[in-house]
């Protein structure tokens, strides 16, 4: 977005929320559910003449009793004020600062309350004709960074100085009605931020909740918004839709509203009413199994759910090549994993280590059903073997046929013991040899010595 598209705009009007004070007596919050780090920075903040609220989805969660991931502060001093309180404290972000605490791994986040754009200045803040925030360093009281929130259910401040709960919104009650409703008019709020209809949709399927009617009503439309938002966000956004345990029912969702074709349009193309293509199948298979891993409290890679939403998209290229240009299977397949992996980290910025992993995942595909000899060993010791073959059964449950007869080999030789190994390769080795060889030996290029003489 260049300076010429940018604007000064006249202030927004924001919505006029009444104060709702929750007394200690009357919630279910208690300083024990709290973690010990963000208690520290609650009592520190405080005693130093600062306003200081747990805010947003932690308040939210301990509300419904649910662990929170994250316990994030809200607080009138300015990030330079909180620097000073804190030698263990960094400040990020460009489009709105903020300060990280830092207690070993364990990461405190605290912003300063959020004000309305008055007077826009653009080094502090910004808008695109879209009407997009572009920098929002504004800072304000907690009436106005409560207005500023996305949902209501976000919008509850839990205030250190007397354990009361500041609900500004009416998020007690959608609260109880089980509602995901945004804070103002939804279609300014989404043009403010299209991410906003991202967290709609993942605040629904993690709380099991209902998108209000007036919040669910443009987002089908205004998705293609999505584009205009950096990769690099839309790549953090995409994990934590996709990677957080809901991720099946989070992808249905997405696609219901025409979110998830914004993101990934290369796999959209292969969207069918019935749902039933290949890529769509893997879709299914991929995100069911991460699920069932954060389930089982399982690693996960990021790599290896791309590398099959992308699979069938990348194959389908690697033909068209293959037509095109007259190169053999492998060949094109390199050609159409660059060309496609270049095309999707424009949407989203896939970093370089796990697009690596993506190319060795496809890789092992063509590799291995060539088992011959010592192949099968070698492949066995290598470190993305084990993705390899993951993703071979999930193509064999797709396809079936020689892919699934495959998958079963590989299944069936990593289980067996070495004799066993050795025997599975022999039968392969005479399978080949029953029929004529198409192989044709080189000729020795080593000199032979002279008869009758030995080396000295």
């Known amino acids: 977005m260049n300076n010429n598209e940018l604007e000064t705009r006249e202030p927004r009007v924001y919505p006029e929320l009444a104060l709702n004070v929750i007394t200690r007596q009357e919630h279910n919050i208690s300083r024990q559910l709290i973690s010990e780090n963000a208690l520290k920075v609650l009592y520190r903040l405080?005693?130093?003449?600062?306003?200081?609220?747990?805010?947003?989805?932690?308040?939210?969660?301990?509300?419904?009793n649910h662990t929170p991931k994250d316990f994030d502060i809200a607080t009138n001093a300015t990030p330079e004020q909180i620097r000073q309180l804190f030698r263990n404290c960094r400040l990020i972000g460009r489009r709105f600062r903020l300060a990280h605490i830092m207690f070993g791994r364990d990461v405190i986040e605290v912003a300063t309350f959020r004000?309305?754009?008055?007077?826009?200045?653009?080094?502090?803040?910004?808008?695109?004709?879209?009407?997009?925030?572009?920098?929002?360093?504004?800072?304000?009281?907690?009436?106005?960074?409560?207005e500023r929130r996305d949902f209501t259910v976000n919008a509850m401040y839990y205030n250190i100085a007397d354990y009361s709960i500041h609900d500004y919104a009416g998020g007690i009650e959608d609260l109880d009605d089980k509602l995901i409703r945004l804070i103002g008019d939804p279609q300014t709020r989404y043009r403010e931020?299209?991410?906003?209809?991202?967290?709609?949709?993942?605040?629904?399927?993690?709380l099991d909740f209902d998108i209000e009617e007036d919040t669910a009503a443009p987002i089908e439309?205004?998705?293609?918004?999505?584009?205009?938002?950096?990769?690099?966000?839309?790549?953090?956004?995409?994990?934590k839709m996709l990677q957080s345990g809901h991720g099946l029912e989070t992808y249905h969702l997405m696609r219901e509203y025409n979110l998830f074709q914004?993101?990934?349009?290369?796999?959209?193309?292969?969207?069918?009413?019935?749902?039933s293509s290949q890529t769509e199948q893997m879709l299914d298979l991929v995100l069911d199994s991460t699920d069932l891993r954060i389930e089982e409290g399982k690693r996960i890679n990021p790599a290896f759910m791309f590398a099959a939403f992308l699979w069938y998209p990348m194959v389908t290229i690697a033909e068209q090549l293959m037509a095109s240009k007259a190169l053999n299977f492998y060949d094109a397949v390199m050609e159409a994993s660059n060309d496609i992996l270049d095309q999707v980290v424009k949407s989203i910025a896939i970093p370089r280590r796990h697009t690596t992993t993506i190319r060795e995942i496809w890789q092992m595909q063509l590799r291995l059903p060539r088992r011959n000899?010592?192949?099968?060993?070698?492949?066995?010791?290598?470190?993305?073997?084990?993705?390899?073959?993951?993703?071979?059964?999930?193509?064999?449950?797709?396809?079936?046929?020689?892919?699934?007869?495959?998958?079963?080999?590989?299944?069936?030789?990593?289980?067996?013991?070495r004799n066993m190994r050795q025997a599975m390769v022999n039968d392969l080795d005479s399978a080949d040899s029953d029929g004529p060889s198409t192989r044709r030996r080189k000729p020795s290029t080593r000199k032979r010595k002279p008869k009758g003489k030995t080396a000295l």
């Open 221 to 239: 439309t205004l998705a293609p918004l999505l584009k205009e938002i950096p990769s690099a966000r839309l790549y953090e956004e995409s994990l």
């Open 373 to 417: 000899g010592k192949r099968a060993f070698r492949l066995l010791e290598l470190n993305k073997f084990r993705a390899g073959f993951d993703f071979l059964e999930m193509r064999g449950e797709i396809e079936g046929g020689d892919v699934q007869k495959l998958a079963k080999w590989w299944q069936t030789f990593q289980n067996a013991g």
């Open 193 to 206: 931020d299209p991410v906003r209809m991202l967290r709609a949709i993942r605040f629904a399927v993690k």
């Open 262 to 275: 914004q993101l990934f349009p290369q796999v959209a193309e292969y969207f069918t009413e019935d749902y």
């Open 46 to 64: 405080h005693g130093a003449g600062f306003d200081a609220y747990l805010v947003g989805g932690g308040v939210r969660d301990l509300l419904l």
């Open 115 to 146: 004000g309305h754009h008055q007077e826009i200045n653009q080094h502090i803040a910004a808008q695109s004709e879209a009407g997009m925030l572009l920098r929002d360093n504004v800072y304000g009281t907690i009436d106005e960074d409560a």
